[in-house]
Nanobody, 119 residues
Framework: QVHLVESGGGLVQPGGSLTLSCAAS????????MAWYRQAPGKQREKIAV???????SYSVSVQGRFTISRLNAANTVYIQMNSLKREDTAVYYC?????????????WGKGTLVNVSS
């Protein structure tokens, strides 16, 4: 059982920056895939950034070029640096871990942290 705890959310003005953290309860070195999702009010949950344990990263079109995902194995933490924030980035942001890369049904979710982009 891996517990994921997100932090760093809050109120930020449009154009501002914010970094979210996802702290895992155990080593993430061997977790194949970790990702950030978000869910805006009235919308479906959206996958926005992925990091694999070989260093590969990918992003949704909606955040490409503005957000950066990173994994610090020594701290058992995954980050997402969010720049040039827009009002439409307002959402609850969730951390996700898939240790086996889809070969097992066991995955883990954090409880989320709210990001509110508003002036």
């Amino acid at each position: 059982q891996v517990h994921l705890v997100e932090s760093g959310g809050g109120l930020v003005q449009p154009g501002g920056s914010l970094t979210l953290s996802c702290a895992a309860s155990e080593s993430i070195r061997d977790i194949y895939l970790m990702a950030w999702y978000r869910q805006a009010p009235g919308k479906q949950r959206e996958k926005i950034a992925v990091t694999l344990n070989d260093g590969f990263t990918s992003y949704s079109v909606s955040v490409q070029g503005r957000f950066t995902i990173s994994r610090l194995n020594a701290a058992n933490t995954v980050y997402i640096q969010m720049n040039s924030l827009k009002r439409e980035d307002t959402a609850v942001y969730y951390c996700y871990a898939d240790p086996a890369g889809g070969t097992s049904p066991v995955v883990y979710w954090g409880k989320g942290t709210l990001v509110n982009v508003s002036s």
